[in-house]
């Protein structure tokens, strides 16, 4: 899901990339910002995080109703919510849809192949499905948020996209299933870094092998801790995600840096 903010179009113009290897690759780290609210939504986000990830080691699987019900129902007694309603009203507008399509995800795709069965983790309100189900001949999308799923799957019947309502650290496809991933702008709206990781091993098992996943993500900044301020939000350091993305059993990761925004790109290994 999209995390841009109504500023976002003005910062992503004009950018200057940083390219693997380049030694002037900004190193990011979290910024505290009003630390006693961001210190209680961390812990909220953290609760959140071992509750399912105690489940997710034991072998215990529930369905995704019911790891989007305790999200909810913990949100409920910190005061927050995974999506706040002003960021998935801007994740539904046509200003997100225009960026989605000109700039952002021209950007992220550029020199991938999607291949014939594309896998999207995440899609919200589908403004990305919308551009990739363009690319590929088949999509897939996982939705944790069980209306979200249901709206996607209602509109885009027909097409060539089957929508899904489920986790991404517990995905229902066998192994090897797809020709390439894409997770984009949604790994902050997993609540730990653990499961983040346990996400990426996931869309790794799913994948063929040498099958590319491709993904963007926004950068710690103030303005979109704003943007996010009483919903789940986990930024990802670029300093660290290649050797997660390796960690999770993908080679060749590369993470380049645009102004307030980072994208990847990683194969599954052989």
């Not at 976002?8 to 990011?28: A, D, E, M, P, T």
């Not at 989007?68 to 539904?92: I, T, Y």
């Amino acid at each position: 899901m999209g995390s841009g903010g109504p500023g976002s179009r003005r910062k992503y113009q004009g950018r200057q990339l940083y390219r693997c290897g380049s030694s002037q690759r900004r190193r990011h780290r979290e910024r505290a910002v009003d630390g006693g609210q961001h210190a209680r939504l961390d812990r909220g986000c953290v609760a959140v995080g071992l509750r399912v990830q105690l489940e997710h080691e034991s072998g215990t699987r529930r369905p995704a109703s019911s790891a989007a019900g305790a999200a909810r129902r913990l949100g409920g007694e910190l005061g927050w919510d995974p999506v706040n309603k002003a960021h998935l009203e801007f994740c539904s507008s046509p200003e997100w849809a225009r960026l989605v399509e000109h700039e952002l995800l021209p950007w992220v795709l550029d020199g991938c192949e999607l291949g014939d069965d594309l896998l999207e983790v995440g899609p919200g309100p589908g403004l990305t499905t919308d551009v990739l189900r363009r690319k590929a001949a088949r999509v897939t999308a996982v939705e944790l948020d069980l209306g979200l799923a249901a709206e996607l799957g209602s509109r885009l019947a027909g097409s060539n996209v089957s929508v899904i309502a489920g986790d991404v650290t517990r995905l229902p496809f066998p192994a090897a299933r797809f020709s390439s991933a894409a997770c984009l702008t949604m790994l902050h709206h997993i609540p730990s870094s653990g499961l983040q990781d346990a996400a990426l091993a996931e869309i790794a098992r799913v994948l063929r092998p040498g099958g590319l996943l491709m993904g963007s993500d926004g950068l710690d900044t103030p303005a979109r801790r704003e943007v996010h301020h009483g919903d789940v939000f986990v930024p990802v350091d670029p300093g660290t995600l290649a050797p997660r993305l390796r960690a999770a059993g993908f080679t060749r990761a590369c993470v380049d840096v645009a102004g307030d925004r980072l994208k990847f790109a990683a194969a599954k290994g052989q």
